[in-house]
């Protein structure tokens, strides 16, 4: 025997989706009784009615059937008044029917949205996200060795990448330095300045996430992302270098597992088609709390 505990939490919606249903096919008999019922006049066949009182008047009982003469006085020209046509009263009545019936269809239809949603998802399941986690709060400030950034036809453009990172739970921010040489050679130098290098501009860029990609740990960091550099001259505010420069780092500590307290990093940067190592003099740290 089915109690009420038997019925599932889904069954609602179909249950009142059924009762709208039933209001409605009344609703629709009605209207279709109203609208077949017989004319006035009309016999059950459908066929007229004959009318025997002209004969009765012409030949009553007792007469031997010759029309009766008709009577001394003013003729009636105008025409009986007709009876009253009881079909505009029906045609209301079957117009609000119509329009109960166009409520109850509107009814329907918000039922059945009502239970194909109830029943696509269950409700004792929690909803959940497909958002990656945040990366673990981490810290890297990391120097690289010279990349070509281009070529010419008399030398190449080379620059000095430095990176410092900083991550927790709601996300990740990078920023870029990148002080550029141009050089009379096909390389980059390890000291610009000492391999006869003019000095350049320093672009600048600064990225987070979603736009930048990190993975950070104990193991260490793994960071992708597009840089669009700007520059500055004269302390002149930045302006737009038109290069965006496509960077990918990975990183460790030295000793293989990174601590909440900044230790000696080493790791590898592409730009460019270029990979290059970490360097000095500058900083080479990271760090991973938690």
């Not at 281009?150 to 620059?159: M, W």
């Amino acid at each position: 025997m089915l109690t009420s505990m038997d019925i599932p939490v889904t069954a609602g919606p179909w249950l009142t989706l059924g009762a709208v249903l039933g209001i409605l096919l009344a609703l629709g008999g009605a209207a279709a009784v109203l609208l077949l019922r017989r004319r006035p006049g009309g016999t059950a066949g459908g066929g007229p009615v004959e009318d025997d009182l002209a004969a009765f008047l012409e030949s009553p009982p007792g007469t031997d059937g010759a029309p009766l003469r008709p009577a001394a006085g003013w003729a009636v020209l105008a025409p009986p008044p007709p009876a009253p046509d009881p079909a505009p009263e029906r045609h209301r009545t079957a117009r609000a029917l119509a329009a109960m019936a166009a409520a109850g269809l509107v009814l329907v239809g918000g039922a059945a949205a009502v239970a194909a949603v109830r029943s696509g998802a269950d409700p004792a399941e929690p909803a959940t996200s497909a958002a990656p986690a945040a990366p673990a709060a981490l810290a890297a400030e990391l120097t690289f060795a010279g990349v070509v950034l281009e070529r010419h036809a008399v030398g190449v453009t080379v620059g000095y990448p430095r990176l410092r990172v900083t991550g927790g739970d709601g996300g990740a921010v990078a920023g870029l330095e990148l002080p550029t040489f141009n050089c009379l050679r096909d390389d980059a130098p390890e000291d610009p300045l000492a391999a006869g290098c003019t000095a350049s501009v320093v672009e600048r860029a600064e990225l987070s996430t979603p736009r930048l990609r990190v993975r950070g740990d104990a193991d260490g960091l793994h960071l992708t992302g597009e840089f669009a550099t700007t520059r500055s001259r004269s302390g002149a505010d930045p302006v737009p270098t038109g290069r965006v420069h496509a960077i990918t780092v990975r990183a460790a500590a030295a000793d293989g597992r990174a601590g909440p307290e900044p230790e000696p990093a080493v790791g590898e940067l592409e730009l460019g088609g270029g990979r290059v190592p970490t360097a000095g003099p500058g900083p080479n740290e990271i760090s991973v709390a938690g």
